[in-house]
């Protein structure tokens, strides 16, 4: 009797094992740390034209900061801002893309960069998806 009892003690035990186990893999899977993904950080430089007038320079920047808000609201660009001084490094972006071509086309769209005003350096960037890394378009 006594042996019949440990026979059927060890499925249930071996059964709350493998739950508590599952349970806790899917906590400690689900912990922002161990979701880091990659994204893309670009820092904008000055461009090698910078040679519009005032006018045009205008038309430019306006162009640049509308293609910042497609892309926001599009959810592929997480940060956008410029720098407070005026030296070669004019900003950053931090994109969620899958692929380091994907960001270059979509900073091809930027009148900006098209125009030779902006040039920018392209780095991938790692963090946890959460707060405004969190995938996909802003709620």
Wanted: with cysteine; proline share 6%.
């Amino acid at each position: 009797m006594k042996h019949t009892l440990q026979a059927a003690l060890v499925p249930i035990v071996m059964l709350f094992v493998i739950t508590s186990t599952a349970q806790q893999t899917t906590k400690t899977e689900k912990k922002p740390e161990n979701q880091v993904r990659k994204y893309y950080f670009v820092m904008l430089l000055k461009g090698s034209n910078r040679t519009q007038d005032s006018v045009t320079a205008a038309k430019l920047q306006d162009g640049h900061m509308a293609n910042i808000g497609r892309l926001y609201k599009e959810g592929k660009l997480k940060v956008a801002g410029p720098f407070g001084d005026d030296g070669n490094w004019r900003g950053i972006f931090i994109f969620d893309c899958e692929t380091e071509e994907e960001v270059k086309k979509l900073l091809d769209t930027d009148p900006a960069i098209a125009a030779g005003r902006l040039a920018y350096d392209i780095h991938p960037w790692y963090t946890t998806p959460m707060g405004s890394f969190k995938p996909g378009k802003p709620e």
